[in-house]
């Protein structure tokens, strides 16, 4: 097993997921396919290792990964390409009580979005890639996310963070490949702690609330004003 995403998908993939090309029910990215059902706390020893999924050609509603798991779950060295870039999303963790996990090793090639984060625990991802999405490479939401290692080369926003209850923690990550119009990381609302983290490419590696923070590397960052207990 390779905790490394950059091996090869041929040296790597067991099994091969792809999906038929055009199907009617992948065509609404209003109206994911199969994506009613399944939320809750027993969603226990969830663990997903080494195969690919591709969602093929003509599939903007299409979710390479919807993933679930409570208190211990593991999706590791996994490839989710969109062959033509139209899915919707590479991988969701966005079912109801989704946390606490780790996700390691995973490439994502495509999509809208490369990953969807929008729950209330915690997930840790590490040795990410996420590789030419059209939206944004992570959107977190809600969730607290604990991520090392990520590496992202889009011309859109690496990370976006949307809601005033969303934290995200980000480690030793290079954000590359930017728009200069853009910023790696957008922050419009809730939190971040972020260290050891290079953009390039992009305006600068932070825009917080609307406004572009000066500076591609960011050392040691974090939003808000810190407090104590005394």
């Known amino acids: 097993q390779n905790a490394d995403p950059a091996t090869p998908p041929e040296r790597r993939a067991v099994i091969h997921v792809r999906s038929d090309d055009n199907p009617a029910w992948y065509a609404n ?129 690496a990370l976006v963070q949307t809601d005033a209850s969303g934290l995200v923690v980000l480690l030793d990550s290079e954000l590359k490949g930017g728009d200069p119009g853009r910023h790696a990381i957008e922050l419009d609302a809730g939190h971040l702690r972020a260290r050891n983290v290079l953009a390039s490419g992009y305006a600068s590696a932070l825009r917080l609330a609307g406004v572009g923070v000066e500076g591609s590397y960011l050392a040691d960052y974090a939003s808000g004003t810190p407090g104590g207990l005394w």
Do not use: C, W
């Not at 033509?84 to 009580?97: H, P, S």
């Not at 984060?117 to 809600?142: C, D, F, K, P």
């Open 29 to 157: 990215p209003a109206n994911p396919y199969g994506r009613a059902l399944g939320e809750g706390h027993l969603a226990f020893h969830n663990n997903l290792v080494n195969f690919t999924v591709d969602v093929g050609h003509g599939n903007p509603g299409a979710v390479g990964i919807d993933y679930h798991a409570s208190n211990q779950g593991v999706l590791k060295d996994v490839v989710i390409r969109s062959a033509d870039g139209q899915g919707l999303v590479g991988l969701a963790l966005d079912r109801k009580n989704t946390g606490p996990g780790f996700v390691t090793g995973v490439r994502i090639q495509g999509f809208a979005t490369g990953i969807l984060a929008r729950s209330q625990y915690v997930m840790t991802l590490e040795h990410i890639r996420l590789e030419n999405q059209s939206v944004a490479g992570l959107r977190n939401e809600t969730h607290t996310l604990a991520i090392r290692g990520l590496r992202s080369d889009n011309r859109v926003p």
